[in-house]
């Protein structure tokens, strides 16, 4: 078992930046995947990028050369570096982990077993 504790969510205007944390606890064999997913309201929750546990890397389209996925394995702790903002952006965002070593899915909400509360960004123009 794993918690999982997001924060660093906020509003900010088009074109700004936000450093989201997602703090694990617990079962660190747990969370050997880790990934961001974002939920907007009336859409599918879809993933943002991920990180396996020898450190590689997906981004989803949207996200690719603004957002930057990074894990800190002293602090049990990975972050979303998100850049240049835009209005789409805005959603609630989850922090998720798995126990499996190499993601079987980055993208796929059901290769997750493990979820934070989410922590909310609102971009306006």
């Known amino acids: 078992q794993v918690q999982l504790v997001e924060s660093g969510g906020g509003s900010v205007q088009a074109g700004g930046s936000l450093r989201l944390s997602c703090a694990a606890s617990?079962?660190?064999?747990?969370?050997?995947?880790m990934g961001w997913f974002r939920q907007a309201p009336g859409k599918e929750r879809e993933g943002v990028a991920g990180i396996n546990s020898v450190g590689n890397i997906r981004y989803a389209d949207s996200a690719k050369g603004r957002f930057t996925i990074s894990k800190d394995n002293a602090k049990n702790t990975l972050y979303l570096q998100m850049n240049s903002l835009k209005p789409e952006d805005t959603a609630m965002y989850y922090c998720a982990a798995d126990r499996a070593l190499f993601c079987r899915s980055y993208f796929s909400p059901s290769s997750f077993a493990y979820w934070g509360q989410g922590t909310q960004v609102s971009v306006s123009s």
């Open positions: 617990g079962s660190t064999s747990s969370s050997h995947c």
